[in-house]
């Protein structure tokens, strides 16, 4: 009997399919959204899709994982080439600026989705373990006493949530001459109000 070969998950089906996905959940909804939709817009057999997803469930949970690890990638890169906490937290907030500004349609499928019950509590645990960046850099701030706080994850909740709501002011005007004005506005706003 031949042995059938595991299906590669990276391949390009599976990109179109998620990318497909992605266009359909942020234009219409979850529950709108059929499988024979998706497999069309992907341009892919319907019975390709159950190739690489057993369900639709599991195709929301999988892009909501790889839009939030995408986002952690980015905002992660070189952070650690910074000394202080202050640079540090002002290279995530460039870079966290920049990722959703060039993926405007990823953060509107995460935002809708946070809160959605497609959305697994697996895959919310998952998604929350994997941007844990902003903890990381309070915790050895407060080692170093750059900061003081009885709290990291309050601190770095408020910090998330300024900087999630700064963004999405900044993404309502994204062509504005002042964008950069803004963004450092924002930033020495955020600072001033920790120390």
């Not at 070189?78 to 907030?93: D, S």
């Not at 959305?119 to 990381?136: C, F, H, P, Q, Y």
């Amino acid at each position: 009997m031949a042995q059938i070969k595991p299906i590669e998950k990276n391949t390009e089906k599976r990109k179109a399919i998620m990318d497909a996905c992605l266009d359909l959940f942020c234009e219409k909804c979850f529950q709108d959204t059929s499988t024979a939709s998706i497999s069309q817009k992907a341009g892919v057999a319907t019975g390709t899709l159950f190739l690489y997803f057993e369900n639709k469930e599991e195709m929301v949970n999988e892009l909501y994982l790889e839009c939030k690890d995408e986002y952690a990638s980015y905002i992660e890169e070189g952070v650690w080439e910074h000394t202080t906490f202050k640079a540090q937290v002002k290279h995530i907030w460039d870079r966290n600026l920049e990722w959703k500004l060039k993926n405007s349609q990823k953060l509107k499928f995460m935002m809708q989705f946070s809160s959605s019950t497609a959305i697994t509590k697996m895959t919310k645990e998952k998604a929350m373990n994997r941007v844990t960046l902003i903890n990381e850099v309070v915790t050895k701030a407060v080692e170093s006493s750059e900061v003081t706080t009885s709290s990291v994850e309050l601190l770095s909740a408020m910090i998330w949530g300024y900087f999630h709501t700064a963004a999405l002011f900044l993404l309502e005007h994204p062509h504005s001459k002042n964008l950069q004005k803004w963004s450092d506005e924002s930033f020495n706003f955020f600072w001033k109000g920790i120390n």
